[in-house]
C-alpha cells in the first residue's frame, strides 16, 4: 500500500464522498487522493439509516444510497472510486494524528502522510453509559450512527418481532425511529425530558401537532427522564426506570440523545471552540448537568474557507465550527446539507489556492428536515425571534400543510413548513436567505406560505426585468 498522498480526507461519510467527487470536478490525477474511514463501505447518505433503511418493505439498502444521489447527484460506486484513482482506505481507523509531522496512524499501525489534510470525522453518539446509567450497556439498547449499527438494530427488529420499544431522545433521530418502529408493528413508547419534543428548533404549537399525530399514530410519549435499566441473565434490558418511579417494560430500547463532533484526534493540536449546540440537548442537561454537558461541546474552529489553525489542514462537515456570515458568528451545524456544501467548498478553496485564485468565503444558511410516516417537514434559516404559526395543522387531516415564521428585528430571518411542496420549499429557503422587511406580523398569518411564493416570485421576476 502507497502511504504517501498530496490529499487525505480523514472520514469517509458524508462530507467525505462529497469532497472526493468536488476533487474530481476541479481535476485530479490518479493516486494523489485518499479516504481514510472506519466504516467497512463506501461514503454514504447517512440519514437514510433512520429512514428507509429501517422500512418493513422494501428496505433501502447499498448501493441505492451511497453519495451523492441525496442532493440529486450520481451514486458513487465503490468502482467510481478507482476509476478516478483515488485510494478508498476502508475498515481503518486512525488513532493518533500528528498534526506537525503530517502523518496519521491507523490501528494497526500503519502510517499514512499527507500534503493536505481534510479532517471529517464527523459525530459519534452519546451514550447513555457515558453517564453512567446503570445497566446501559445491555445488549437489546442501541444507537444509530453508523450501517453497522443500523444493521444490528434490523437484526433485533426481525427477532423481537411485534415487541415493546421504547425510543429514547425526543429529537429528530427520536421521532425518526419512533415510526420506524411502529412502522415495525412495535408497541412504541417514546421518553424524553420536555418540554415537548425537538424543543431547540420546535415551538410549543409546532411540537403540539407532531405529538397528537404520533399519539394517534398509538405512539405512548412519556415526558421524563430515564434513570436505568433493569437487565436479565442474557444481559438483555427488559425494564427501563424513570427518575418518576414509572418502569416500563422493552424488548428494544432505541437511544436518540445527540451526538458529540469527533475532534479528540487533534485535541491541544488545533485552535478549538466551545459553542454549537448539538440537537436533543435538553436530555443531556437533566441527565448530567449543564457543565459537563458544556465540556462535550469542544469542536474544530475554521475559518470562512474552512481552513484550521494549522497550514494545510482544512475541517468540514459535523466537526467544523466555522463564521456564520448571514448571522455573523460562530457556529457548528451538525445536518447533512452543510456537510455536503462545507466539503464541497473547501476543496475549491484548496485548488484556488494552488492556482493562485482569489478565495470566496461560505456564506450558508442553515437548512434541516426530516421525514416520518407520512410527513416531512424543512426549516431553513435562524429560529431566532418573534414566531407566526400559519395554516392548517390539525393532526387528524389528510390536507394539513402549516408551517411558522420566525421574525427578528422586523426581518423574517427562519422559516418551518410542514407537507410543502417543491416550490413552496424552494420559496421559504428563498425567505429565510434574503430576509424581507415585514411591518405587520399578522400579514404572515393570513397569507401563510403564499407570502414566501409571492415575495420570491416578485423579487426574480423584478431582477429578471432589471
Ligand atoms: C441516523 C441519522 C439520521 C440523520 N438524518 C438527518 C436528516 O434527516 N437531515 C439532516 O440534515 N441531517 C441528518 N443527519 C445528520 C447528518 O447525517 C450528518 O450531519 C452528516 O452525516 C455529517 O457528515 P460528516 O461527513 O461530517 O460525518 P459522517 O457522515 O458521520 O462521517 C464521518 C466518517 O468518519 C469516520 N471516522 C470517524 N473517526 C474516524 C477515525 N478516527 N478514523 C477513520 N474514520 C473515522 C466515521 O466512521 C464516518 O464514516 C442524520 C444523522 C444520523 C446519524
Not at 470562512?304 to 448571522?327: E, H, K, L, W
Not at 404559526?389 to 390539525?394: P, Y
Amino acid at each position: 500500500m502507497r502511504n504517501h498522498f498530496k490529499y487525505i480526507i480523514l472520514g469517509g461519510g458524508v462530507a467525505g464522498g462529497y469532497a472526493a467527487r468536488e476533487f474530481v470536478k476541479q481535476g485530479l490525477n490518479a493516486g494523489e487522493l485518499a479516504i481514510i474511514s472506519k466504516e467497512g463501505v463506501a461514503p454514504y447518505e447517512r440519514p437514510a439509516l433512520s429512514k428507509a433503511y429501517l422500512f418493513p418493505e422494501g428496505p433501502a439498502r447499498l448501493p441505492t444510497f451511497h453519495v451523492c444521489v441525496g442532493s440529486g447527484g450520481e451514486r458513487l460506486f465503490p468502482e467510481w472510486y478507482t476509476e478516478k484513482g483515488i485510494d478508498l482506505i476502508l475498515d481503518t481507523e486512525i488513532v493518533k494524528a500528528d498534526l506537525a509531522s503530517k502523518v496519521l496512524i491507523s490501528a494497526s499501525g500503519t502510517v499514512f502522510s499527507y500534503d493536505i489534510l481534510i479532517i471529517a470525522t464527523g459525530s459519534t453518539v452519546i451514550k447513555l453509559s457515558d453517564f453512567g446509567v446503570q445497566g446501559a450497556n445491555a445488549k437489546n439498547i442501541f444507537y444509530l450512527r453508523e450501517i453497522s449499527k443500523a444493521d444490528k438494530l434490523v437484526a433485533a427488529i426481525k427477532t423481537k418481532k411485534n415487541g415493546k420499544a421504547v425510543v429514547i431522545g425526543g429529537g429528530y433521530i427520536g421521532l425518526e425511529l419512533t415510526a420506524a418502529m411502529k412502522t415495525n408493528n412495535f408497541s412504541v413508547t417514546m421518553v424524553y425530558p420536555g418540554p415537548w419534543c425537538m424543543p431547540r428548533l420546535f415551538t410549543a404549537e409546532i411540537a403540539s401537532f407532531y405529538e397528537a399525530y404520533y399519539t394517534n399514530k398509538g405512539v405512548n410519549i412519556i415526558k421524563g427522564t430515564v434513570v436505568g435499566f433493569d437487565t436479565d441473565a442474557s444481559e438483555e434490558a427488559k425494564s427501563v426506570k424513570l427518575k418518576d418511579g414509572r418502569v416500563l417494560d422493552a424488548d428494544i430500547v432505541v437511544v436518540g440523545v445527540g451526538g458529540r463532533p469527533l475532534t479528540t484526534l487533534f485535541a491541544g493540536q488545533l485552535e478549538e471552540e466551545k459553542g454549537g449546540i448539538t440537537v436533543q440537548s435538553e436530555f443531556l442537561f437533566a441527565l448530567c448537568g449543564y457543565y459537563s454537558y458544556r465540556l462535550l461541546l469542544k469542536v474544530g474552529k475554521t475559518d470562512g474557507c474552512f481552513r484550521t489553525s494549522v497550514p494545510n489542514v482544512y475541517a468540514v462537515g459535523d466537526v467544523a465550527i466555522f463564521p456564520m456570515i448571514q448571522y455573523k458568528e460562530m457556529r457548528r451545524v451538525e445536518h447533512v446539507d452543510h456537510a455536503r456544501k462545507s466539503a464541497e467548498h473547501a476543496v475549491k478553496v484548496i485548488k484556488a489556492i494552488e492556482e493562485g485564485e482569489p478565495l470566496q468565503e461560505y456564506h450558508y444558511v442553515p437548512y434541516f428536515y426530516s421525514r416520518f410516516f407520512d410527513l416531512s417537514w424543512q426549516f431553513h434559516g435562524d429560529n431566532d425571534g418573534e414566531t407566526v404559526l400559519f395554516g392548517k395543522n390539525d393532526p387528524t387531516s389528510a390536507s394539513r400543510k402549516f408551517g411558522a415564521y420566525w421574525i427578528k428585528d422586523g426581518k423574517v430571518v427562519g422559516a418551518f413548513l410542514e407537507s410543502g411542496n417543491q416550490e413552496e420549499n424552494k420559496a421559504i429557503a428563498w425567505v429565510a436567505k434574503h430576509q424581507p422587511s415585514i411591518s405587520d406580523p399578522s400579514l404572515l398569518k393570513e397569507k401563510g406560505v403564499g407570502f414566501a411564493i409571492g415575495t420570491m416570485r416578485f423579487n426574480l421576476l423584478g431582477a429578471y426585468v432589471c
